[in-house]
């Protein structure tokens, strides 16, 4: 008889400690569910934007799903994503300079503005954009993207001399620029190498075009 009321004794202070740890796991799980299902739902509205050609809306769900649960898809979709963008950036940029050669400045200008839409804005954009706002007369345009030209080829010279420094000493690209670097030194340079290379001028005074 005492043996029968020790093992029932054991057997319920067994289920009162065990039955909150299998709860909080049960919960835990659920709460996995939840938020897999939640990323799985932005995943399926990412597609669906994608296939209509919303790239940066895809774009945008694709990276708020992986808050919720990080997946595989999710990142090579945002990666594939990334890689159209930069393609049809390069298209709009060919299809500008070849506007611009045949003096139709308004529409390279139309044709930079829509690459911009597409969410990737860098110096060389807004440097050739600049020079077609100046072509057309509208100075106060030319003059926003220029400033706009020249900050964005800040941050790109500082990510230059940032990666240049952590290939050299072997540390950590930390996105700061280094001490004693004048700042005038690297905007001058990114903005030599437009006007050099890719921008509108550049190709205004090449020699082979007389």
């Given at each position: 008889?005492?043996?029968a009321?020790?093992?029932t004794?054991?057997?319920?202070?067994?289920l009162?400690?065990?039955?909150?740890?299998?709860?909080a796991?049960?919960n835990?799980?659920a709460?996995?569910?939840?938020l897999?299902q939640?990323?799985?739902?932005?995943i399926?509205?990412?597609r669906?934007?994608?296939k209509s050609?919303?790239?940066?809306?895809?774009?945008?769900?694709?990276?708020?799903s992986?808050?919720?649960?990080?997946t595989?898809d999710?990142l090579n979709?945002?990666k594939?994503i990334?890689?159209?963008?930069h393609?049809?950036?390069?298209?709009?940029?060919?299809?500008?300079?070849?506007?611009y050669?045949?003096?139709?400045f308004?529409?390279?200008?139309?044709?930079?503005?829509?690459?911009l839409k597409l969410?990737?804005?860098?110096a060389v954009?807004?440097?050739d954009?600049a020079?077609?706002y100046?072509?057309?007369g509208?100075t106060?345009s030319?003059?926003?993207?220029?400033?706009?030209a020249?900050?964005?080829?800040?941050?790109?010279?500082?990510?230059r001399?940032?990666h240049?420094v952590?290939d050299l000493?072997?540390?950590?690209y930390?996105?700061?620029?280094?001490?004693?670097t004048?700042i005038c030194q690297?905007?001058?340079?990114?903005?030599c190498?437009?006007?050099?290379?890719?921008g509108?001028?550049?190709?205004?005074?090449?020699?082979?075009r007389?």
């Amino acid at each position: 008889m005492k043996s029968a009321i020790a093992i029932t004794l054991t057997l319920t202070i067994f289920l009162l400690f065990s039955a909150p740890a299998a709860f909080a796991d049960d919960n835990e799980k659920a709460q996995k569910k939840a938020l897999e299902q939640q990323a799985n739902e932005l995943i399926n509205e990412a597609r669906g934007l994608e296939k209509s050609g919303q790239l940066l809306e895809a774009r945008s769900r694709y990276v708020s799903s992986q808050a919720f649960w990080e997946t595989k898809d999710a990142l090579n979709a945002i990666k594939h994503i990334d890689e159209e963008i930069h393609d049809r950036v390069k298209d709009a940029l060919r299809q500008a300079h070849k506007l611009y050669d045949q003096g139709q400045f308004k529409a390279a200008a139309d044709a930079l503005e829509n690459a911009l839409k597409l969410g990737e804005s860098t110096a060389v954009l807004s440097y050739d954009l600049a020079l077609c706002y100046q072509r057309t007369g509208e100075t106060e345009s030319s003059l926003a993207y220029l400033d706009q030209a020249a900050r964005a080829a800040l941050v790109e010279a500082h990510e230059r001399i940032g990666h240049a420094v952590a290939d050299l000493y072997g540390c950590g690209y930390t996105n700061r620029r280094p001490a004693g670097t004048p700042i005038c030194q690297q905007l001058h340079a990114p903005l030599c190498a437009l006007s050099g290379s890719g921008g509108f001028q550049a190709r205004e005074r090449r020699p082979d075009r007389g």
